[in-house]
C-alpha cells in the first residue's frame, strides 16, 4: 500500500474513532475534581440530598475553574454539633465542610464549646424558616377550644388531673424543637427576661418543673420524632401496632404540612407534583401565647471549608443553588417558611397557618416570636432543666433462657448472656444515684418462672446492681417466658408508680415466646397492657437481641407500642446491645 494511501485511511481511522467514540469520551469525562461534604438536620436531609443531586447532574463551573460534587448525610444537629466539638474522633461519616443545622443556636453552643471547629463570622444566610409550634389532632384541638382560644405553654404542656394529655417531645440536648421548646418555656417563666439569675428563682424553677412533668420526650437515635410522626400517622391509617398515649407533639411547624400531606419522607416528586394525600386527622399547630422560637436553618461554612479555596468556592455555590428560585419554591413546598417567614401557598392550602410569621404580635394577635439567647445562657438553661427532671424508675427484665448462653456473635467467644450483663452494667453509669433501678432474670422454672434479683431502689453507687447482674446464668434447661414476665413486670411498675418519676420496664430478649404453661398469649398481653391506668403511664421498651430474636420483633413491635415506647430496637451483636441499651436508658430518663 502506497504512503499516499495510508494517509486517507488514516484519516479516515481516526474521523471513526472521534465519531464513534464521542458518546464514550462523553461517559468518561472526568468526574468534578472538588468533594463538598454537606450535614444536614434530619428534618430537611432527604431534600437536601435530593436537591445535591440536581447541583450534581448541572455540573456548575466554580468561580475558579472545575465543578464540585456535593455529598450530603443526615444527623440531628445536637448530634452533630457534639461530634464537631469532639473534633469528629470516633464518628462514622466523613466530615462536614458545611453544616446546614436547624437553628443557629448549635453553632454558638459549638463556638462556646469549641472555638477553633466554629467558624469566625456569627451570621449565616438562611435557607429556610419554621417556627416551633405544638401540633395536636383537630379535633382533640377542637375539643380544647381552638381556633378560638389561644393558649400559653403551660396551658398546653400542664398535666390535667384525671385526663390523659401527654405531650411528646424530642431531647433538648440533641434536637433542636425540643431545645428551642425549653428555652421558650423559660421565657414564658420569667416573662421575656432569660438571664442566669432569673433561672435561679424559685417562682421559675417551679414553673418550669411543672410544664416539664407531662412532657414525654422521643430522642432516642431509633425513635426520633419523625418515627413518632409515622406512627401516629399508623395509628390514624389503622395500620399501627402501637397505640402510643400522645396527645400533641412539640416540633417544626414545616413536619405538620408533611404530615397533613402523607409526605413524611419530603418526596421531592411528589412536593413538585403538588398532589398529595390527606390523612384521615390532621394536625393543626397551636402557637403559645406567650412566645416560641423561629429556627432559622442556617448555611454554615465551616473551617476545614475555608482552609481550601477550591473547596470554600463549592460552598458558595452550593449556597447559591440552594438559594436560587427553584430550590427555594421546593423548600416551601416542603412546608419550609422563606428567609423573610412567609409560608407558600402548597402550606396555607393544607394547613391553617399565618401566612407571614415576621407579623409579630403581642401573643394574642400574632406570632411572638422571641430571641435567641446567647450560649451562655442557652447552657445555663440545659444545666438548670437537668436539675429539674424528673427522677428514673426502671425494672430491667432480662432473658436467662437457653439460647443466651450461645455466642453473642459469630467469631466470638463471648456469649450473649455475658454480652447482655456488659450492656447492663455499663447502661447504668447514665444514671444518677438517686433514680431507682430493680433486676428481674426471667426463664421458664417455677412459678412464677423467674427470679427477681434486686428490687426496685435507689441505685447509689451501683455496686449492688452489678454484683446482682453476675447471677444471670443461661442453661439449655431454660425456655423463654416472655409474655407473662412483661405482664408481671409492668403490673409491678404500675402497682409501685411513682409520680414524680419517670417509671418504665425495659426488657431484653434474644428468643421468641415459648413457654406454654399458662397458655397466656401475645393478644392478651397486648390488651392488658393497653387497658392499664393511664394515670400511672409505665412505657415497655424492648430489646431484640440476635439473629434468633428477628423472628420475634413484630410480637416485641406490639408489646413496646401498646405502651407508647414506639418500635422495639434492634441489637444483633454484642456492640449493638450496648448501644441500644444506652440509648434507651437515656431515653427513659430525660422527663
Given at each position: 500500500?502506497?504512503?499516499?494511501?495510508?494517509?486517507?485511511?488514516?484519516?479516515?481511522?481516526?474521523?471513526?474513532?472521534?465519531?464513534?467514540?464521542?458518546?464514550?469520551?462523553?461517559?468518561?469525562?472526568?468526574?468534578?475534581?472538588?468533594?463538598?461534604?454537606?450535614?444536614?438536620?434530619?428534618?430537611?436531609?432527604?431534600?437536601?440530598?435530593?436537591?445535591?443531586?440536581?447541583?450534581?447532574?448541572?455540573?456548575?463551573?466554580?468561580?475558579?475553574?472545575?465543578?464540585?460534587?456535593?455529598?450530603?448525610?443526615?444527623?440531628?444537629?445536637?448530634?452533630?454539633?457534639?461530634?464537631?466539638?469532639?473534633?469528629?474522633?470516633?464518628?462514622?461519616?466523613?466530615?462536614?465542610?458545611?453544616?446546614?443545622?436547624?437553628?443557629?443556636?448549635?453553632?454558638?453552643?459549638?463556638?462556646?464549646?469549641?472555638?477553633?471547629?466554629?467558624?469566625?463570622?456569627?451570621?449565616?444566610?438562611?435557607?429556610?424558616?419554621?417556627?416551633?409550634?405544638?401540633?395536636?389532632?383537630?379535633?382533640?384541638?377542637?375539643?380544647?377550644?381552638?381556633?378560638?382560644?389561644?393558649?400559653?405553654?403551660?396551658?398546653?404542656?400542664?398535666?390535667?388531673?384525671?385526663?390523659?394529655?401527654?405531650?411528646?417531645?424530642?431531647?433538648?440536648?440533641?434536637?433542636?424543637?425540643?431545645?428551642?421548646?425549653?428555652?421558650?418555656?423559660?421565657?414564658?417563666?420569667?416573662?421575656?427576661?432569660?438571664?442566669?439569675?432569673?433561672?435561679?428563682?424559685?417562682?421559675?424553677?417551679?414553673?418550669?418543673?411543672?410544664?416539664?412533668?407531662?412532657?414525654?420526650?422521643?430522642?432516642?437515635?431509633?425513635?426520633?420524632?419523625?418515627?413518632?410522626?409515622?406512627?401516629?400517622?399508623?395509628?390514624?391509617?389503622?395500620?399501627?401496632?402501637?397505640?402510643?398515649?400522645?396527645?400533641?407533639?412539640?416540633?417544626?411547624?414545616?413536619?405538620?404540612?408533611?404530615?397533613?400531606?402523607?409526605?413524611?419522607?419530603?418526596?421531592?416528586?411528589?412536593?413538585?407534583?403538588?398532589?398529595?394525600?390527606?390523612?384521615?386527622?390532621?394536625?393543626?399547630?397551636?402557637?403559645?401565647?406567650?412566645?416560641?422560637?423561629?429556627?432559622?436553618?442556617?448555611?454554615?461554612?465551616?473551617?476545614?471549608?475555608?482552609?481550601?479555596?477550591?473547596?470554600?468556592?463549592?460552598?458558595?455555590?452550593?449556597?447559591?443553588?440552594?438559594?436560587?428560585?427553584?430550590?427555594?419554591?421546593?423548600?416551601?413546598?416542603?412546608?419550609?417558611?422563606?428567609?423573610?417567614?412567609?409560608?407558600?401557598?402548597?402550606?396555607?392550602?393544607?394547613?391553617?397557618?399565618?401566612?407571614?410569621?415576621?407579623?409579630?404580635?403581642?401573643?394574642?394577635?400574632?406570632?411572638?416570636?422571641?430571641?435567641?439567647?446567647?450560649?451562655?445562657?442557652?447552657?445555663?438553661?440545659?444545666?438548670?432543666?437537668?436539675?429539674?427532671?424528673?427522677?428514673?424508675?426502671?425494672?430491667?427484665?432480662?432473658d436467662e433462657s437457653g439460647t443466651m448462653d450461645r455466642p453473642a456473635a459469630s467469631?466470638?467467644?463471648?456469649?450473649?448472656?455475658?454480652?447482655?450483663?456488659?450492656?447492663?452494667?455499663?447502661?447504668?453509669?447514665?444514671?444518677?444515684?438517686?433514680?431507682?433501678?430493680?433486676?428481674?432474670?426471667?426463664?421458664?422454672?417455677?412459678?412464677?418462672?423467674?427470679?427477681?434479683?434486686?428490687?426496685?431502689?435507689?441505685?447509689?453507687?451501683?455496686?449492688?446492681?452489678?454484683?446482682?447482674?453476675?447471677?444471670?446464668?443461661?442453661?439449655?434447661?431454660?425456655?423463654?417466658?416472655?409474655?407473662?414476665?412483661?405482664?408481671?413486670?409492668?403490673?409491678?411498675?404500675?402497682?409501685?408508680?411513682?409520680?414524680?418519676?419517670?417509671?418504665?420496664?425495659?426488657?431484653?430478649?434474644?428468643?421468641?415466646?415459648?413457654?406454654?404453661?399458662?397458655?397466656?398469649?401475645?393478644?392478651?398481653?397486648?390488651?392488658?397492657?393497653?387497658?392499664?391506668?393511664?394515670?400511672?403511664?409505665?412505657?415497655?421498651?424492648?430489646?431484640?437481641?440476635?439473629?434468633?430474636?428477628?423472628?420475634?420483633?413484630?410480637?416485641?413491635?406490639?408489646?413496646?407500642?401498646?405502651?407508647?415506647?414506639?418500635?422495639?430496637?434492634?441489637?444483633?451483636?454484642?456492640?449493638?446491645?450496648?448501644?441500644?441499651?444506652?440509648?434507651?436508658?437515656?431515653?427513659?430518663?430525660?422527663?
Amino acid at each position: 500500500m502506497s504512503r499516499r494511501t495510508m494517509i486517507p485511511i488514516a484519516a479516515v481511522a481516526i474521523l471513526l474513532l472521534v465519531v464513534l467514540g464521542g458518546y464514550k469520551l462523553i461517559e468518561k469525562d472526568p468526574a468534578c475534581a472538588v468533594t463538598l461534604h454537606v450535614t444536614s438536620s434530619t428534618e430537611k436531609d432527604e431534600l437536601v440530598a435530593s436537591l445535591a443531586k440536581d447541583y450534581n447532574a448541572a455540573r456548575r463551573e466554580l468561580r475558579g475553574g472545575g465543578c464540585a460534587r456535593v455529598e450530603a448525610a443526615g444527623e440531628t444537629s445536637g448530634r452533630t454539633k457534639s461530634a464537631l466539638a469532639e473534633h469528629w474522633k470516633g464518628h462514622k461519616g466523613s466530615r462536614p465542610d458545611v453544616w446546614l443545622p436547624s437553628s443557629s443556636m448549635w453553632v454558638d453552643l459549638l463556638r462556646q464549646e469549641e472555638p477553633d471547629e466554629a467558624p469566625a463570622t456569627t451570621r449565616w444566610a438562611s435557607i429556610a424558616q419554621s417556627p416551633v409550634v405544638v401540633a395536636v389532632p383537630r379535633d382533640l384541638a377542637a375539643g380544647l377550644g381552638w381556633p378560638a382560644k389561644r393558649f400559653s405553654w403551660a396551658q398546653l404542656l400542664e398535666p390535667r388531673p384525671g385526663r390523659s394529655f401527654y405531650v411528646g417531645r424530642e431531647d433538648p440536648r440533641t434536637s433542636t424543637s425540643g431545645l428551642a421548646s425549653t428555652i421558650a418555656a423559660y421565657y414564658a417563666a420569667t416573662s421575656g427576661e432569660l438571664d442566669a439569675a432569673k433561672l435561679e428563682e424559685p417562682a421559675v424553677q417551679a414553673y418550669v418543673r411543672r410544664v416539664e412533668a407531662n412532657v414525654v420526650q422521643r430522642g432516642f437515635v431509633q425513635d426520633d420524632i419523625m418515627n413518632l410522626l409515622r406512627d401516629q400517622l399508623g395509628i390514624d391509617q389503622g395500620q399501627a401496632s402501637t397505640d402510643a398515649p400522645i396527645s400533641a407533639i412539640v416540633l417544626q411547624e414545616q413536619l405538620i404540612h408533611l404530615y397533613n400531606t402523607m409526605n413524611l419522607e419530603a418526596d421531592p416528586q411528589r412536593l413538585r407534583s403538588g398532589v398529595h394525600e390527606s390523612p384521615n386527622q390532621p394536625l393543626v399547630p397551636i402557637y403559645p401565647t406567650d412566645g416560641t422560637m423561629m429556627l432559622d436553618h442556617p448555611y454554615v461554612v465551616l473551617p476545614s471549608a475555608e482552609e481550601d479555596g477550591a473547596v470554600r468556592d463549592a460552598a458558595d455555590d452550593f449556597r447559591a443553588f440552594l438559594r436560587a428560585d427553584p430550590a427555594r419554591k421546593l423548600f416551601l413546598a416542603a412546608g419550609f417558611r422563606d428567609a423573610d417567614g412567609r409560608a407558600g401557598q402548597a402550606m396555607t392550602a393544607v394547613t391553617p397557618v399565618p401566612a407571614n410569621a415576621r407579623q409579630v404580635g403581642d401573643g394574642r394577635t400574632g406570632l411572638l416570636i422571641r430571641d435567641s439567647p446567647d450560649a451562655a445562657t442557652i447552657q445555663a438553661v440545659l444545666a438548670n432543666r437537668e436539675g429539674l427532671k424528673k427522677r428514673a424508675q426502671l425494672l430491667m427484665v432480662m432473658d436467662e433462657s437457653g439460647t443466651m448462653d450461645r455466642p453473642a456473635a459469630s467469631g466470638t467467644e463471648v456469649t450473649r448472656g455475658r454480652a447482655a450483663q456488659d450492656a447492663a452494667a455499663n447502661s447504668v453509669q447514665l444514671l444518677d444515684p438517686r433514680d431507682r433501678v430493680g433486676l428481674w432474670f426471667f426463664h421458664s422454672l417455677g412459678n412464677p418462672p423467674r427470679t427477681e434479683k434486686l428490687p426496685v431502689t435507689e441505685l447509689g453507687d451501683d455496686d449492688g446492681f452489678r454484683v446482682a447482674l453476675r447471677d444471670l446464668k443461661p442453661t439449655k434447661d431454660k425456655d423463654t417466658a416472655l409474655y407473662v414476665s412483661v405482664r408481671d413486670a409492668h403490673r409491678r411498675m404500675v402497682r409501685d408508680y411513682r409520680p414524680d418519676s419517670i417509671n418504665a420496664v425495659i426488657v431484653l430478649t434474644d428468643g421468641v415466646n415459648d413457654y406454654d404453661k399458662s397458655r397466656y398469649s401475645l393478644d392478651q398481653l397486648v390488651r392488658d397492657l393497653k387497658a392499664s391506668d393511664r394515670t400511672r403511664p409505665v412505657r415497655v421498651y424492648c430489646i431484640a437481641f440476635g439473629e434468633t430474636a428477628a423472628g420475634g420483633k413484630a410480637a416485641l413491635d406490639r408489646i413496646s407500642g401498646a405502651t407508647g415506647a414506639g418500635r422495639a430496637r434492634d441489637a444483633l451483636d454484642p456492640a449493638a446491645v450496648e448501644k441500644v441499651f444506652g440509648d434507651i436508658v437515656r431515653d427513659a430518663t430525660k422527663g
